[in-house]
C-alpha cells in the first residue's frame, strides 16, 4: 500500500519552528492540552463473491474495526514496526581488541624503526585485529498490546477493501499438485500472477499448498498465519467465505465484547473455587 501524498510533515508542528519573539522563547505555557482518546470505527464493506470458474454469484459483508483517519497511520505504522523488530534474531556480534585471540606480545620496539609506534599486532588499525564499535547481540524484541496489535490488522485489512474479492472455498478442488491450475484460478479471478496478491483460506490443503508454492509473488495464509506485513505488500487480497467469516468474528465490532463475556465468566468459576 502506498502512502498518500498529503503525508503529514512533522517539522510542519509548531515545536519545530522559531519563535517570533525571541524573549519569549522559553516561556512555558500553563494550560495544559486537553487529552484525546483514539475512537474505533466499524467498517462495514460489500464485497463480491466470485466462484471457482470466476463468475460472480453474489455479495458478502466485511465489517470490522478501524482506527480512525488521524490515528490510522500511527496505528499501523506501531503494528508493522514491531512485527518488523521481533523478528530480527539479534545475534549479530563482533570482537574488540581485548577478544581477539594474540597480539600479546609487542610487534617491534618503541623508537628508531621509523614506524608508528605500536604495542598490539591486534589493534583496530590493522586486519584481523579488533572491531570498534561493532554490534553486540541485543535484544530488538518490543512489546504492543493485544488489542493494538488486531486493530492494527483489522485497519489495514478494511482499508485495502477496495482491492479484495471473495471466493468460495476451493481447497478440494484441486485432485493433485498443478502450479498451472493454480495461474488459471488466478487469472479467472482477475489477478495478474506477476503482481503480488495475498490468499487467506480457513484451512490450506496439501494440493492448494504445493500448487501455489512456486509462485514467488503470491502469499498463502490463514488465519494463524496472518500477518500485517504481508497484507501491506500485497496489492491484490482473495479471502475465502471460511476465512471472512473468521475475520468478522476475530476482528469484528463483537470480538472485544465476547473475549470480555469469556474472561468474566473464568473470574467467577476462580471466585467459585476458592469460596
Known sequence: MAASASSISFFA??????????????????????????????????LPVLSFEGTEV?????NLKSAASDTARSVVHRGITTDLNNRRR??????????????????????????????SQRTPLRPGG??????????????????????????????AAENTVVVEDFEDKFDKPKTKDFIALMKRLGLDPAKKSMFLL??????VVLSSRNLKTLKLLTPRTLNLFDILDSEKIVLT???????????????????EDVNAGEEEEISESSD
Open 130 to 159: 579488533g572491531v570498534v564499535f561493532g554490534p553486540k547481540p541485543k535484544d530488538w524484541s518490543i512489546k504492543i498490546n493485544k488489542k493494538e496489535k488486531r486493530l492494527a490488522i483489522s485497519t489495514a485489512i478494511a482499508s
Open 202 to 207: 480457513k484451512e490450506a490443503s496439501e494440493n
Open 58 to 62: 453474489g455479495s458478502a459483508l466485511l
Open 241 to 259: 467465505k471460511g476465512a471472512l467469516e473468521i475475520l468478522n468474528e476475530r476482528y469484528g465490532d463483537f470480538a472485544e465484547d465476547e473475549e
Open 90 to 119: 539479534g545475534t549479530a556480534s563482533t570482537l574488540t581488541r581485548g577478544e581477539v585471540r594474540g597480539g600479546g606480545k609487542k610487534p617491534y620496539q618503541q623508537k628508531k624503526t621509523g614506524h608508528a609506534r605500536r604495542g
Open 13 to 46: 508542528s509548531s515545536i519545530f519552528r522559531s519563535s517570533q519573539n525571541p524573549r519569549h522563547q522559553f516561556s512555558v505555557s500553563q494550560r495544559r492540552p486537553a487529552f484525546r482518546c483514539a475512537i474505533v470505527r466499524s467498517e462495514l464493506t460489500t
